[in-house]
Protein backbone atom coordinates (compact mmCIF):
# COMPACT_ATOMS: atom_id res chain seq x y z
CA UNK A 1 0.00 0.00 0.00
CA UNK A 2 0.86 3.61 -0.85
CA UNK A 3 -0.14 6.59 0.75
CA UNK A 4 -0.01 10.13 -0.82
CA UNK A 5 1.94 13.20 1.16
CA UNK A 6 -0.52 13.46 3.97
CA UNK A 7 -3.21 16.29 4.24
CA UNK A 8 -0.98 18.13 6.68
CA UNK A 9 1.92 18.58 4.16
CA UNK A 10 -0.47 19.68 1.60
CA UNK A 11 -1.25 22.52 3.81
CA UNK A 12 2.01 23.50 5.35
CA UNK A 13 3.09 23.95 1.14
CA UNK A 14 -0.02 25.78 0.98
CA UNK A 15 1.28 28.06 3.58
CA UNK A 16 4.64 28.32 2.38
CA UNK A 17 3.73 29.33 -1.03
CA UNK A 18 1.55 32.07 0.45
CA UNK A 19 4.54 33.19 2.67
CA UNK A 20 6.62 33.51 -0.94
CA UNK A 21 8.87 30.62 1.07
CA UNK A 22 10.28 32.46 3.72
CA UNK A 23 12.93 30.60 4.45
CA UNK A 24 14.10 30.80 0.90
CA UNK A 25 17.24 33.38 2.62
CA UNK A 26 17.88 30.73 5.29
CA UNK A 27 20.11 28.44 4.93
CA UNK A 28 18.18 25.65 7.02
CA UNK A 29 15.15 24.59 5.62
CA UNK A 30 12.51 22.92 7.57
CA UNK A 31 12.40 19.21 7.81
CA UNK A 32 9.87 18.00 5.40
CA UNK A 33 6.52 16.43 7.67
CA UNK A 34 5.83 13.23 5.43
CA UNK A 35 7.20 11.26 2.27
CA UNK A 36 5.83 8.96 0.35
CA UNK A 37 5.94 5.44 2.19
CA UNK A 38 4.96 2.06 1.87
CA UNK A 39 3.44 1.50 5.11
CA UNK A 40 2.88 -2.14 5.07
CA UNK A 41 6.98 -2.14 4.74
CA UNK A 42 7.55 0.08 6.94
CA UNK A 43 5.01 -1.94 10.08
CA UNK A 44 7.35 -4.39 8.89
CA UNK A 45 10.47 -2.52 9.63
CA UNK A 46 9.63 -1.03 12.88
CA UNK A 47 9.34 -4.46 14.00
CA UNK A 48 12.23 -5.53 12.71
CA UNK A 49 14.16 -2.82 14.32
CA UNK A 50 12.69 -3.41 17.33
CA UNK A 51 13.68 -6.94 17.30
CA UNK A 52 16.81 -8.35 19.37
CA UNK A 53 16.04 -11.83 17.79
CA UNK A 54 18.68 -9.60 14.92
CA UNK A 55 21.53 -10.04 17.26
CA UNK A 56 23.65 -13.23 18.10
CA UNK A 57 22.09 -12.64 22.08
CA UNK A 58 18.74 -12.27 21.59
CA UNK A 59 19.04 -8.87 23.24
CA UNK A 60 20.36 -6.02 21.69
CA UNK A 61 17.89 -4.55 18.72
CA UNK A 62 18.76 -1.46 16.70
CA UNK A 63 16.47 0.39 19.47
CA UNK A 64 18.59 -0.65 22.02
CA UNK A 65 21.71 1.85 20.80
CA UNK A 66 19.17 4.24 18.58
CA UNK A 67 16.68 4.53 21.25
CA UNK A 68 12.99 6.07 19.89
CA UNK A 69 12.04 7.18 23.47
CA UNK A 70 15.55 9.17 24.23
CA UNK A 71 15.74 10.94 20.44
CA UNK A 72 16.83 8.10 18.42
CA UNK A 73 20.24 7.31 20.60
CA UNK A 74 21.78 5.57 23.79
CA UNK A 75 22.74 8.69 25.67
CA UNK A 76 26.01 6.94 26.21
CA UNK A 77 29.41 8.01 25.44
CA UNK A 78 30.17 5.51 23.02
CA UNK A 79 27.67 2.48 22.78
CA UNK A 80 27.63 -1.06 24.30
CA UNK A 81 27.28 -3.98 21.88
CA UNK A 82 27.54 -8.54 22.10
CA UNK A 83 28.83 -9.36 25.82
CA UNK A 84 28.91 -5.36 27.01
CA UNK A 85 31.27 -4.61 24.52
CA UNK A 86 32.27 -0.92 24.72
CA UNK A 87 31.87 0.13 21.34
CA UNK A 88 34.33 2.83 19.26
CA UNK A 89 31.79 5.92 18.76
CA UNK A 90 29.17 7.83 19.60
CA UNK A 91 25.75 6.06 18.20
CA UNK A 92 24.50 8.85 15.96
CA UNK A 93 20.62 9.56 15.85
CA UNK A 94 18.39 7.26 13.89
CA UNK A 95 15.85 10.56 13.48
CA UNK A 96 16.24 12.30 10.62
CA UNK A 97 19.24 10.59 9.36
CA UNK A 98 17.20 9.78 5.64
CA UNK A 99 18.20 13.00 5.14
CA UNK A 100 21.95 12.40 5.47
CA UNK A 101 23.90 12.48 2.29
CA UNK A 102 25.21 9.34 3.43
CA UNK A 103 25.58 7.18 6.94
CA UNK A 104 27.96 6.33 9.65
CA UNK A 105 30.62 9.28 10.96
CA UNK A 106 32.41 7.88 8.72
CA UNK A 107 30.20 7.53 5.41
CA UNK A 108 30.81 4.34 4.59
CA UNK A 109 27.24 2.95 3.43
CA UNK A 110 25.70 5.18 0.85
CA UNK A 111 21.99 4.71 2.29
CA UNK A 112 19.74 3.55 5.36
CA UNK A 113 19.25 0.13 3.58
CA UNK A 114 23.05 -0.64 3.32
CA UNK A 115 23.59 0.95 7.02
CA UNK A 116 20.97 -1.25 8.83
CA UNK A 117 23.26 -3.99 7.95
CA UNK A 118 26.26 -3.24 9.32
CA UNK A 119 25.58 -3.31 12.92
CA UNK A 120 23.79 -6.82 12.54
CA UNK A 121 27.19 -7.96 11.69
CA UNK A 122 29.09 -6.26 13.27
CA UNK A 123 31.22 -8.39 16.30
CA UNK A 124 31.09 -5.18 18.13
CA UNK A 125 27.46 -4.80 18.20
CA UNK A 126 24.83 -7.53 17.29
CA UNK A 127 27.14 -10.06 16.61
CA UNK A 128 25.07 -11.85 13.97
CA UNK A 129 25.50 -12.95 10.47
CA UNK A 130 23.33 -11.62 7.71
CA UNK A 131 22.63 -15.91 7.19
CA UNK A 132 21.85 -16.49 11.25
CA UNK A 133 19.23 -13.15 10.71
CA UNK A 134 17.74 -14.48 7.86
CA UNK A 135 17.15 -18.24 9.45
CA UNK A 136 15.88 -16.51 12.47
CA UNK A 137 13.13 -14.45 10.38
CA UNK A 138 12.44 -17.11 7.79
CA UNK A 139 12.02 -19.85 10.93
CA UNK A 140 9.03 -17.11 12.63
CA UNK A 141 5.15 -17.84 10.82
CA UNK A 142 4.04 -14.69 11.73
CA UNK A 143 7.27 -12.85 9.67
CA UNK A 144 6.67 -15.21 6.77
CA UNK A 145 3.42 -14.33 6.09
CA UNK A 146 4.50 -10.54 6.74
CA UNK A 147 6.73 -11.10 3.97
CA UNK A 148 5.08 -12.39 2.13
CA UNK A 149 2.36 -9.60 2.28
CA UNK A 150 4.80 -7.23 1.84
CA UNK A 151 6.85 -8.31 -1.36
CA UNK A 152 4.76 -10.34 -2.91
CA UNK A 153 6.50 -13.80 -2.58
CA UNK A 154 7.92 -16.00 -0.04
CA UNK A 155 11.86 -14.72 -0.58
CA UNK A 156 13.46 -13.85 2.97
CA UNK A 157 17.01 -12.25 2.74
CA UNK A 158 19.14 -9.94 3.69
CA UNK A 159 17.94 -7.45 1.26
CA UNK A 160 14.38 -7.36 2.43
CA UNK A 161 14.86 -7.19 6.00
CA UNK A 162 17.47 -3.91 5.52
CA UNK A 163 14.89 -2.66 2.90
CA UNK A 164 11.96 -2.94 5.22
CA UNK A 165 14.46 -1.36 8.45
CA UNK A 166 15.28 1.61 5.84
CA UNK A 167 11.69 2.45 4.72
CA UNK A 168 10.38 2.55 8.78
CA UNK A 169 13.84 4.57 9.45
CA UNK A 170 12.10 6.82 6.48
CA UNK A 171 9.37 7.69 8.72
CA UNK A 172 11.48 8.71 12.06
CA UNK A 173 11.31 12.77 10.81
CA UNK A 174 10.68 15.18 13.13
CA UNK A 175 9.14 18.10 11.57
CA UNK A 176 7.36 21.00 13.25
CA UNK A 177 10.18 22.49 15.43
CA UNK A 178 9.65 25.52 16.94
CA UNK A 179 12.36 26.82 14.48
CA UNK A 180 10.74 25.50 11.27
CA UNK A 181 7.59 27.12 12.72
CA UNK A 182 9.21 30.20 12.89
CA UNK A 183 11.06 29.59 9.44
CA UNK A 184 7.40 28.66 7.80
CA UNK A 185 6.53 32.32 8.80
CA UNK A 186 5.39 32.45 12.63
CA UNK A 187 7.34 35.14 14.03
CA UNK A 188 5.99 34.73 17.82
CA UNK A 189 7.77 31.14 17.69
CA UNK A 190 11.33 31.75 18.30
CA UNK A 191 11.91 34.38 21.71
CA UNK A 192 14.39 37.14 21.08
CA UNK A 193 17.12 35.29 22.59
CA UNK A 194 16.38 32.11 20.23
CA UNK A 195 16.83 34.38 17.25
CA UNK A 196 19.37 36.39 18.13
CA UNK A 197 20.90 32.70 18.84
CA UNK A 198 20.48 31.87 15.27
CA UNK A 199 21.85 35.28 14.46
CA UNK A 200 24.79 34.30 16.17
CA UNK A 201 24.86 30.46 15.07
CA UNK A 202 25.00 32.10 11.35
CA UNK A 203 27.57 35.33 11.80
CA UNK A 204 29.88 32.87 13.60
CA UNK A 205 29.89 30.56 10.42
CA UNK A 206 28.44 27.11 12.60
CA UNK A 207 26.29 27.12 9.47
CA UNK A 208 29.14 26.66 6.67
CA UNK A 209 29.01 22.88 7.95
CA UNK A 210 25.13 22.90 9.51
CA UNK A 211 23.02 23.60 7.24
CA UNK A 212 20.34 22.32 4.86
CA UNK A 213 16.93 20.53 6.45
CA UNK A 214 19.15 18.38 8.75
CA UNK A 215 21.25 21.05 10.17
CA UNK A 216 23.95 18.92 9.20
CA UNK A 217 24.68 15.83 7.42
CA UNK A 218 25.70 16.95 4.51
CA UNK A 219 29.25 16.94 4.03
CA UNK A 220 32.32 15.87 5.73
CA UNK A 221 34.76 17.67 7.98
CA UNK A 222 37.58 17.74 9.72
CA UNK A 223 37.06 17.62 13.43
CA UNK A 224 39.70 19.92 15.13
CA UNK A 225 39.99 22.24 12.20
CA UNK A 226 42.26 25.74 14.17
CA UNK A 227 43.26 23.90 17.10
CA UNK A 228 43.64 19.89 17.51
CA UNK A 229 41.12 17.99 19.05
CA UNK A 230 42.27 15.82 22.02
CA UNK A 231 40.55 12.09 22.08
CA UNK A 232 40.75 9.29 23.67
CA UNK A 233 38.83 7.44 20.89
CA UNK A 234 41.11 5.80 17.95
CA UNK A 235 38.01 6.70 15.87
CA UNK A 236 40.07 7.92 12.60
CA UNK A 237 36.69 8.74 10.61
CA UNK A 238 36.79 9.10 6.99
CA UNK A 239 40.43 7.72 6.25
CA UNK A 240 39.05 4.14 7.29
CA UNK A 241 36.93 4.45 4.37
CA UNK A 242 39.38 6.08 1.94
CA UNK A 243 42.59 5.08 3.25
CA UNK A 244 44.00 8.92 2.49
CA UNK A 245 46.13 10.12 5.22
CA UNK A 246 44.37 13.84 4.82
CA UNK A 247 40.82 12.30 5.27
CA UNK A 248 42.36 11.62 8.62
CA UNK A 249 40.02 12.74 11.30
CA UNK A 250 37.25 13.93 8.44
CA UNK A 251 33.70 12.78 10.11
CA UNK A 252 29.82 13.60 8.63
CA UNK A 253 28.70 16.35 10.32
CA UNK A 254 26.20 14.95 12.01
CA UNK A 255 22.44 16.60 12.29
CA UNK A 256 21.36 19.11 14.65
CA UNK A 257 17.83 18.59 14.62
CA UNK A 258 16.70 17.14 18.38
CA UNK A 259 20.43 17.77 19.58
CA UNK A 260 18.84 18.72 22.95
CA UNK A 261 17.94 15.03 22.94
CA UNK A 262 21.42 12.99 21.87
CA UNK A 263 23.65 14.07 24.48
CA UNK A 264 26.59 13.33 24.76
CA UNK A 265 27.90 14.75 21.69
CA UNK A 266 30.74 14.44 19.20
CA UNK A 267 31.71 11.13 17.64
CA UNK A 268 33.39 9.76 21.31
CA UNK A 269 30.62 11.34 23.12
CA UNK A 270 33.37 13.32 24.87
CA UNK A 271 30.94 16.62 24.82
CA UNK A 272 28.76 16.11 27.89
CA UNK A 273 26.27 19.19 27.64
CA UNK A 274 25.50 21.41 24.91
CA UNK A 275 27.09 24.21 26.56
CA UNK A 276 30.54 22.34 26.37
CA UNK A 277 29.53 21.23 22.87
CA UNK A 278 29.26 25.15 21.31
CA UNK A 279 32.26 26.34 23.60
CA UNK A 280 34.18 23.21 21.87
CA UNK A 281 32.88 23.91 18.30
CA UNK A 282 33.24 27.43 17.95
CA UNK A 283 37.31 27.02 20.03
CA UNK A 284 38.10 23.97 17.69
CA UNK A 285 36.21 24.78 14.35
CA UNK A 286 36.02 28.79 14.18
CA UNK A 287 38.54 29.84 16.59
CA UNK A 288 36.30 32.12 18.22
CA UNK A 289 35.94 31.89 21.95
CA UNK A 290 31.92 32.48 22.48
CA UNK A 291 31.39 34.53 25.80
CA UNK A 292 28.82 33.06 27.99
CA UNK A 293 25.89 35.31 26.96
CA UNK A 294 26.70 34.16 23.53
CA UNK A 295 26.92 30.54 24.27
CA UNK A 296 23.57 30.77 26.11
CA UNK A 297 21.71 32.16 22.98
CA UNK A 298 23.36 29.75 20.82
CA UNK A 299 21.98 26.44 23.18
CA UNK A 300 18.65 28.61 22.90
CA UNK A 301 18.67 28.68 19.26
CA UNK A 302 19.59 24.54 19.51
CA UNK A 303 17.03 23.41 21.23
CA UNK A 304 14.27 25.28 19.12
CA UNK A 305 15.50 22.19 16.86
CA UNK A 306 13.81 19.60 18.37
CA UNK A 307 10.60 18.45 16.09
CA UNK A 308 7.78 16.52 16.63
CA UNK A 309 9.09 12.75 17.93
CA UNK A 310 7.68 10.08 15.96
CA UNK A 311 4.73 8.93 17.72
CA UNK A 312 4.05 5.17 17.29
CA UNK A 313 2.16 1.75 18.44
CA UNK A 314 4.73 -0.01 20.42
CA UNK A 315 5.14 -3.35 17.56
CA UNK A 316 4.06 -6.67 19.01
CA UNK A 317 6.72 -9.24 17.70
CA UNK A 318 5.60 -12.15 15.99
CA UNK A 319 6.19 -15.33 18.91
CA UNK A 320 9.38 -17.97 17.89
CA UNK A 321 8.52 -21.04 16.73
CA UNK A 322 10.05 -24.35 17.77
CA UNK A 323 12.46 -24.19 14.85
CA UNK A 324 13.84 -20.91 15.61
CA UNK A 325 17.19 -20.76 16.39
CA UNK A 326 17.69 -19.77 19.98
CA UNK A 327 20.08 -16.83 20.96
CA UNK A 328 23.20 -17.76 22.12
CA UNK A 329 23.51 -14.95 24.72
CA UNK A 330 26.86 -16.20 26.36
CA UNK A 331 28.74 -17.47 23.60
CA UNK B 1 -7.54 11.66 36.25
CA UNK B 2 -9.69 8.60 37.22
CA UNK B 3 -11.26 6.39 34.84
CA UNK B 4 -14.29 3.77 35.59
CA UNK B 5 -14.34 0.21 34.38
CA UNK B 6 -14.91 1.01 30.58
CA UNK B 7 -17.77 0.87 28.43
CA UNK B 8 -16.60 -2.31 26.77
CA UNK B 9 -15.86 -3.98 30.23
CA UNK B 10 -19.69 -2.94 30.87
CA UNK B 11 -20.27 -4.75 27.70
CA UNK B 12 -18.55 -7.77 29.12
CA UNK B 13 -20.27 -7.59 31.86
CA UNK B 14 -23.82 -7.65 30.52
CA UNK B 15 -22.97 -10.35 28.05
CA UNK B 16 -21.49 -12.49 31.33
CA UNK B 17 -24.83 -11.95 33.48
CA UNK B 18 -27.14 -12.97 30.51
CA UNK B 19 -25.18 -15.77 29.81
CA UNK B 20 -25.57 -16.50 33.85
CA UNK B 21 -21.46 -16.50 34.47
CA UNK B 22 -21.03 -19.19 32.09
CA UNK B 23 -17.22 -20.07 33.65
CA UNK B 24 -19.05 -20.17 36.92
CA UNK B 25 -18.28 -24.05 36.53
CA UNK B 26 -14.65 -23.63 35.51
CA UNK B 27 -11.68 -23.27 37.38
CA UNK B 28 -10.07 -20.70 35.11
CA UNK B 29 -11.78 -17.06 34.82
CA UNK B 30 -11.43 -14.31 32.14
CA UNK B 31 -8.84 -11.43 32.53
CA UNK B 32 -10.70 -8.83 33.88
CA UNK B 33 -10.08 -6.27 30.73
CA UNK B 34 -9.63 -3.10 32.96
CA UNK B 35 -9.19 -1.87 36.35
CA UNK B 36 -9.58 1.18 37.35
CA UNK B 37 -6.57 3.37 36.92
CA UNK B 38 -4.86 6.75 37.51
CA UNK B 39 -3.72 7.13 34.08
CA UNK B 40 -1.82 10.37 34.57
CA UNK B 41 0.74 8.27 37.62
CA UNK B 42 0.35 4.93 34.80
CA UNK B 43 1.71 7.66 31.92
CA UNK B 44 4.35 8.58 34.11
CA UNK B 45 5.18 4.62 35.33
CA UNK B 46 5.48 4.18 31.60
CA UNK B 47 8.30 6.70 30.71
CA UNK B 48 10.26 5.23 34.00
CA UNK B 49 9.57 1.45 32.92
CA UNK B 50 11.10 1.98 29.43
CA UNK B 51 13.96 4.55 31.42
CA UNK B 52 17.17 3.19 31.20
CA UNK B 53 18.40 5.97 33.59
CA UNK B 54 17.43 4.01 36.42
CA UNK B 55 20.01 1.75 35.78
CA UNK B 56 23.49 2.28 36.20
CA UNK B 57 24.98 1.68 32.98
CA UNK B 58 22.39 3.90 31.43
CA UNK B 59 21.07 1.14 28.84
CA UNK B 60 19.01 -1.26 31.33
CA UNK B 61 15.61 -0.37 31.75
CA UNK B 62 12.49 -2.64 32.95
CA UNK B 63 11.50 -3.40 29.61
CA UNK B 64 15.08 -4.55 28.23
CA UNK B 65 13.94 -7.80 30.46
CA UNK B 66 10.20 -7.32 30.55
CA UNK B 67 9.71 -6.45 26.78
CA UNK B 68 6.28 -5.60 25.84
CA UNK B 69 7.09 -6.34 22.75
CA UNK B 70 7.84 -9.98 23.07
CA UNK B 71 5.48 -11.19 26.03
CA UNK B 72 6.98 -8.97 28.91
CA UNK B 73 9.51 -11.40 28.70
CA UNK B 74 13.18 -11.56 26.85
CA UNK B 75 12.88 -15.13 25.41
CA UNK B 76 16.14 -16.12 27.10
CA UNK B 77 17.17 -18.80 29.43
CA UNK B 78 17.83 -16.51 32.22
CA UNK B 79 18.50 -12.41 31.83
CA UNK B 80 21.21 -10.42 31.01
CA UNK B 81 22.22 -7.96 33.60
CA UNK B 82 24.75 -5.17 34.55
CA UNK B 83 27.99 -5.82 32.35
CA UNK B 84 26.21 -8.81 30.77
CA UNK B 85 26.09 -10.74 34.18
CA UNK B 86 23.97 -13.93 33.51
CA UNK B 87 21.45 -13.90 35.77
CA UNK B 88 19.98 -16.77 37.93
CA UNK B 89 16.61 -17.16 36.92
CA UNK B 90 14.27 -16.59 33.91
CA UNK B 91 12.64 -13.42 33.80
CA UNK B 92 8.65 -13.89 34.78
CA UNK B 93 6.10 -11.85 32.69
CA UNK B 94 5.21 -8.83 33.76
CA UNK B 95 1.99 -9.53 31.78
CA UNK B 96 -0.74 -9.97 34.40
CA UNK B 97 1.55 -10.13 36.90
CA UNK B 98 -1.07 -7.79 38.87
CA UNK B 99 -3.15 -10.79 39.20
CA UNK B 100 -0.23 -12.89 40.89
CA UNK B 101 -0.26 -13.42 44.27
CA UNK B 102 2.70 -12.62 45.33
CA UNK B 103 5.81 -11.34 43.39
CA UNK B 104 9.09 -12.76 42.20
CA UNK B 105 10.02 -17.00 41.67
CA UNK B 106 10.09 -16.85 45.45
CA UNK B 107 7.57 -14.74 46.03
CA UNK B 108 9.92 -11.98 48.00
CA UNK B 109 7.90 -9.07 47.14
CA UNK B 110 4.20 -8.78 48.24
CA UNK B 111 3.05 -6.51 45.41
CA UNK B 112 4.53 -5.04 41.84
CA UNK B 113 5.50 -1.61 43.67
CA UNK B 114 8.08 -3.72 46.46
CA UNK B 115 8.86 -5.43 43.26
CA UNK B 116 10.03 -2.98 41.10
CA UNK B 117 12.26 -1.87 43.59
CA UNK B 118 14.41 -4.92 43.54
CA UNK B 119 15.79 -5.04 39.78
CA UNK B 120 17.17 -1.38 40.43
CA UNK B 121 19.12 -1.57 43.22
CA UNK B 122 20.12 -5.64 42.45
CA UNK B 123 23.84 -5.33 41.35
CA UNK B 124 23.37 -8.50 39.22
CA UNK B 125 20.50 -6.85 37.11
CA UNK B 126 20.40 -2.83 37.31
CA UNK B 127 23.20 -2.59 39.41
CA UNK B 128 21.81 1.02 40.79
CA UNK B 129 20.85 1.90 44.42
CA UNK B 130 17.14 3.82 45.14
CA UNK B 131 18.98 7.16 46.01
CA UNK B 132 21.17 7.20 42.63
CA UNK B 133 17.81 6.99 40.82
CA UNK B 134 16.29 9.03 42.88
CA UNK B 135 19.12 11.99 42.52
CA UNK B 136 18.76 11.15 38.62
CA UNK B 137 14.58 11.44 38.42
CA UNK B 138 15.17 14.75 40.45
CA UNK B 139 17.89 15.66 38.20
CA UNK B 140 15.64 16.21 35.25
CA UNK B 141 13.03 19.04 34.51
CA UNK B 142 10.78 17.05 32.38
CA UNK B 143 9.90 14.24 35.90
CA UNK B 144 9.78 17.02 38.30
CA UNK B 145 7.02 18.67 36.98
CA UNK B 146 5.53 15.15 36.01
CA UNK B 147 5.84 14.08 39.53
CA UNK B 148 4.41 17.15 40.93
CA UNK B 149 1.24 16.52 38.59
CA UNK B 150 0.62 13.23 39.51
CA UNK B 151 1.04 13.43 43.38
CA UNK B 152 0.61 17.02 43.88
CA UNK B 153 3.59 18.15 45.73
CA UNK B 154 7.59 18.09 45.11
CA UNK B 155 8.75 14.86 46.63
CA UNK B 156 10.38 12.26 44.39
CA UNK B 157 11.06 9.40 46.22
CA UNK B 158 11.64 5.29 45.59
CA UNK B 159 8.46 5.55 47.22
CA UNK B 160 6.97 6.85 44.49
CA UNK B 161 8.83 6.50 41.26
CA UNK B 162 8.31 2.26 41.94
CA UNK B 163 4.73 3.20 42.67
CA UNK B 164 4.17 4.85 39.49
CA UNK B 165 5.43 2.14 37.85
CA UNK B 166 3.07 -0.72 39.72
CA UNK B 167 0.03 1.61 38.50
CA UNK B 168 1.49 1.40 34.91
CA UNK B 169 2.37 -2.58 34.96
CA UNK B 170 -1.49 -2.68 36.67
CA UNK B 171 -2.73 -1.85 32.97
CA UNK B 172 -0.39 -4.53 31.86
CA UNK B 173 -3.61 -7.26 31.54
CA UNK B 174 -4.33 -9.33 28.76
CA UNK B 175 -7.85 -9.60 28.01
CA UNK B 176 -9.96 -11.16 25.14
CA UNK B 177 -7.89 -14.36 24.85
CA UNK B 178 -9.33 -16.80 22.61
CA UNK B 179 -10.46 -18.93 25.66
CA UNK B 180 -11.76 -15.97 27.31
CA UNK B 181 -13.80 -15.40 24.48
CA UNK B 182 -15.20 -19.04 25.03
CA UNK B 183 -15.02 -18.31 28.73
CA UNK B 184 -17.64 -15.60 28.20
CA UNK B 185 -20.07 -17.58 25.84
CA UNK B 186 -18.88 -17.77 22.57
CA UNK B 187 -18.87 -21.57 21.88
CA UNK B 188 -16.81 -21.08 18.17
CA UNK B 189 -13.76 -19.63 20.17
CA UNK B 190 -12.45 -22.98 20.36
CA UNK B 191 -11.90 -25.77 17.87
CA UNK B 192 -12.37 -28.83 19.13
CA UNK B 193 -8.83 -30.11 19.76
CA UNK B 194 -8.15 -26.91 21.67
CA UNK B 195 -11.41 -27.97 23.59
CA UNK B 196 -10.11 -31.13 24.02
CA UNK B 197 -6.83 -29.77 24.83
CA UNK B 198 -8.55 -27.99 27.72
CA UNK B 199 -10.51 -31.16 28.78
CA UNK B 200 -7.28 -32.76 29.45
CA UNK B 201 -5.70 -29.63 31.01
CA UNK B 202 -8.11 -30.09 33.75
CA UNK B 203 -8.95 -34.13 34.12
CA UNK B 204 -4.90 -34.43 34.21
CA UNK B 205 -4.40 -32.21 37.36
CA UNK B 206 -3.04 -29.32 35.63
CA UNK B 207 -5.58 -26.82 37.11
CA UNK B 208 -4.64 -27.84 40.66
CA UNK B 209 -1.90 -25.32 40.39
CA UNK B 210 -2.75 -23.14 37.02
CA UNK B 211 -6.22 -21.70 37.88
CA UNK B 212 -7.81 -18.51 38.26
CA UNK B 213 -7.76 -15.73 36.16
CA UNK B 214 -3.98 -16.20 35.82
CA UNK B 215 -4.22 -19.51 35.20
CA UNK B 216 -1.72 -19.86 37.72
CA UNK B 217 0.23 -17.21 39.94
CA UNK B 218 -2.29 -18.16 43.15
CA UNK B 219 0.29 -20.48 44.88
CA UNK B 220 3.97 -21.99 45.63
CA UNK B 221 4.38 -25.81 44.30
CA UNK B 222 7.38 -28.23 44.50
CA UNK B 223 9.24 -28.27 41.12
CA UNK B 224 9.15 -32.28 40.87
CA UNK B 225 6.55 -33.63 42.83
CA UNK B 226 6.70 -37.23 41.28
CA UNK B 227 10.46 -37.12 39.42
CA UNK B 228 13.22 -34.86 40.50
CA UNK B 229 13.57 -31.78 38.48
CA UNK B 230 17.20 -31.84 37.22
CA UNK B 231 18.33 -28.02 36.95
CA UNK B 232 21.73 -26.39 36.33
CA UNK B 233 20.08 -23.22 38.47
CA UNK B 234 21.14 -22.65 41.80
CA UNK B 235 18.04 -21.02 42.55
CA UNK B 236 16.53 -22.52 45.60
CA UNK B 237 12.89 -20.89 45.62
CA UNK B 238 11.22 -20.00 48.39
CA UNK B 239 13.52 -21.76 50.82
CA UNK B 240 15.76 -18.24 50.05
CA UNK B 241 12.67 -16.18 51.45
CA UNK B 242 11.85 -18.64 54.44
CA UNK B 243 15.02 -20.35 55.36
CA UNK B 244 13.34 -23.53 55.81
CA UNK B 245 14.45 -27.17 54.54
CA UNK B 246 10.87 -27.93 52.84
CA UNK B 247 10.84 -24.77 50.93
CA UNK B 248 13.40 -25.69 48.69
CA UNK B 249 12.56 -25.96 45.15
CA UNK B 250 9.03 -24.33 46.30
CA UNK B 251 8.57 -21.93 43.21
CA UNK B 252 5.57 -19.69 42.52
CA UNK B 253 3.55 -20.88 40.30
CA UNK B 254 3.86 -19.23 36.76
CA UNK B 255 0.97 -17.60 34.72
CA UNK B 256 0.07 -19.60 31.59
CA UNK B 257 -1.51 -17.11 30.33
CA UNK B 258 0.46 -15.64 26.89
CA UNK B 259 2.81 -18.65 27.52
CA UNK B 260 3.00 -19.04 23.95
CA UNK B 261 4.79 -15.92 24.06
CA UNK B 262 6.73 -16.07 27.43
CA UNK B 263 9.48 -18.93 25.90
CA UNK B 264 11.84 -20.49 27.66
CA UNK B 265 10.00 -22.01 30.26
CA UNK B 266 10.50 -22.99 33.86
CA UNK B 267 12.60 -20.86 36.56
CA UNK B 268 15.57 -21.86 34.96
CA UNK B 269 14.36 -21.82 31.25
CA UNK B 270 15.49 -24.74 30.52
CA UNK B 271 12.01 -25.62 28.77
CA UNK B 272 12.72 -24.61 25.70
CA UNK B 273 9.11 -25.15 23.87
CA UNK B 274 5.52 -25.69 24.87
CA UNK B 275 5.76 -29.45 23.97
CA UNK B 276 8.75 -30.02 26.09
CA UNK B 277 7.40 -28.08 29.09
CA UNK B 278 3.79 -29.75 28.80
CA UNK B 279 5.66 -32.92 28.96
CA UNK B 280 8.20 -32.47 31.87
CA UNK B 281 4.83 -31.04 33.75
CA UNK B 282 3.14 -34.27 32.91
CA UNK B 283 5.70 -36.62 34.25
CA UNK B 284 7.44 -34.66 37.13
CA UNK B 285 4.20 -33.30 38.62
CA UNK B 286 1.20 -35.35 38.14
CA UNK B 287 3.33 -38.65 37.16
CA UNK B 288 1.76 -38.87 33.75
CA UNK B 289 3.41 -39.31 30.46
CA UNK B 290 0.93 -37.35 27.50
CA UNK B 291 1.04 -39.08 24.48
CA UNK B 292 2.05 -36.90 21.46
CA UNK B 293 -1.35 -36.56 20.70
CA UNK B 294 -2.55 -36.09 24.33
CA UNK B 295 0.35 -33.34 24.11
CA UNK B 296 -0.20 -31.87 21.08
CA UNK B 297 -4.18 -30.65 22.26
CA UNK B 298 -3.04 -29.25 25.47
CA UNK B 299 -0.13 -26.92 23.60
CA UNK B 300 -3.17 -25.89 21.14
CA UNK B 301 -5.24 -25.15 23.99
CA UNK B 302 -2.64 -23.25 25.97
CA UNK B 303 -1.46 -21.19 22.44
CA UNK B 304 -5.48 -19.66 22.99
CA UNK B 305 -4.52 -18.09 26.02
CA UNK B 306 -3.31 -15.46 24.17
CA UNK B 307 -4.83 -12.24 24.87
CA UNK B 308 -4.71 -8.82 23.78
CA UNK B 309 -1.57 -7.59 24.41
CA UNK B 310 -1.33 -4.41 25.78
CA UNK B 311 -1.26 -1.46 23.11
CA UNK B 312 0.14 2.13 23.61
CA UNK B 313 2.27 4.81 21.77
CA UNK B 314 5.82 4.54 22.55
CA UNK B 315 6.92 6.89 25.73
CA UNK B 316 8.78 10.09 24.46
CA UNK B 317 11.31 9.98 27.85
CA UNK B 318 11.91 13.31 29.10
CA UNK B 319 15.81 14.27 28.38
CA UNK B 320 18.20 14.83 31.40
CA UNK B 321 19.73 18.24 32.25
CA UNK B 322 23.37 19.21 32.84
CA UNK B 323 23.52 18.26 36.49
CA UNK B 324 22.29 14.83 35.82
CA UNK B 325 24.73 12.24 37.12
CA UNK B 326 26.18 10.52 33.86
CA UNK B 327 25.48 6.88 33.45
CA UNK B 328 28.55 4.67 34.22
CA UNK B 329 28.20 1.66 31.87
CA UNK B 330 31.75 0.45 32.46
CA UNK B 331 32.06 0.71 35.98
Aim: hydrophobic fraction near 35%; proline fraction near 6%; glycine fraction near 8%.
Amino acid sequence: MRVKKSAISAIVLAAVLFAGVAWAEEPIEPVPPVKEVNLAKAELGKKLFFDPRLSKSGFISCNSCHNLSMGGSDNLKTSIGHKWQKGPINAPTVLNSSLNFVQFWDGRAKDLKEQAGGPIANPGEMAFTHDLAEDVVKSIPGYVTEFKMVFGDDKIDIERITAAIAEFEDTLVTPNSRFDQWLLGDTNALSEDEQAGYKLFKDSGCVACHYGMAVGGSSFQKMGVKEEYKSKSKAEGRKAVTGKDEDRFNFKVPTLRNVELTYPYFHDGQGKTLTEAVDVMGRLQLGKKFTDEENAKIVAFLKTLTGEQPSFTLPILPPSSDKTPPPKPFE
